[in-house]
T-cell receptor, first 111, second 114 residues
């Protein structure tokens, strides 16, 4: 099993550009999550999904969108990138229990 | 709402020293508690967990006991190694939440010197 995979690993965007961060898991987990991690801070939840076709906002959803068309994939879309979205983004998944499994992260810089 | 407060870092220790990283929490229900570890350039990995009061989670020489009376889940290791250098996050999952959401502390950077 590959677990949770994320692409790309690094990306630099200009202000106003858009991009999609990809996340996939091969553990057949129903629950998937997107977090952002700012320097010296813990992780903050952006969006989550409890199953294909169902998504909901987390603590910091503004400026982001998600979709969940399959169990495996949970892409995060940034529209009109802003410097405040410079961060490291982590995708995670979980089964019925509370333990979450994390991907390696995407480091995004908006200039 | 739920919150987790962690001991501020960074923490620097010599190899074989004793480690304690304090963690306290606020939750409305009966949460599960976790310690995650993040090695440089990597994602978070579950280190240990405890799901009810007085449970002790342990892994790789690390231990933490779920103390409901003090709302704490302090991480300890008797003898740290250079390879333990990482950022450690305390987290909770409130069982009342439908999506198994995790609330994280701000993380504690540990550096172990040879």
């Amino acid at each position: 099993n590959a677990g949770v995979t994320q692409t790309p690993k690094f990306r630099i965007l200009k202000i106003g550009q858009s991009m999609t961060l990809q996340c996939a898991q091969d553990m057949n987990h129903n629950y998937m999550y997107w977090y952002r991690q700012d320097p010296g801070m813990g992780l903050k939840l952006i969006y989550y999904s409890v199953g294909a076709g169902i998504t909901d906002k987390g603590e910091v959803p503004n400026g982001y969108n998600v979709s969940r068309s399959t169990t495996e994939d949970f892409p995060l879309r940034l529209e009109l990138a802003a410097p405040s979205q410079t961060s490291v983004y982590f995708c995670a998944s979980s089964a019925l229990g509370p333990e979450q499994f994390f991907g390696p992260g995407t480091r995004l810089t908006v200039l | 709402g739920d919150s987790v407060t962690q001991m501020e870092g960074p923490v620097t220790l010599s190899e074989e020293a004793f480690l304690t990283i304090n963690c306290t929490y606020t939750a409305t229900g009966y949460p599960s508690l976790f310690w995650y570890v993040q090695y440089p350039g990597e994602g978070l990995q579950l280190l240990l967990k405890a799901t009810k009061a007085d449970d002790k989670g342990s892994n790789k020489g690390f231990e933490a006991t779920y103390r409901k009376e003090t709302t704490s889940f302090h991480l300890e290791k008797g003898s740290v190694q250079v390879s333990d250098s990482a950022v450690y996050f305390c987290a909770l999952s409130d069982r009342g939440g439908s999506a198994r959401q995790l609330t994280f502390g701000s993380g504690t950077q540990l550096t172990v010197l040879p």
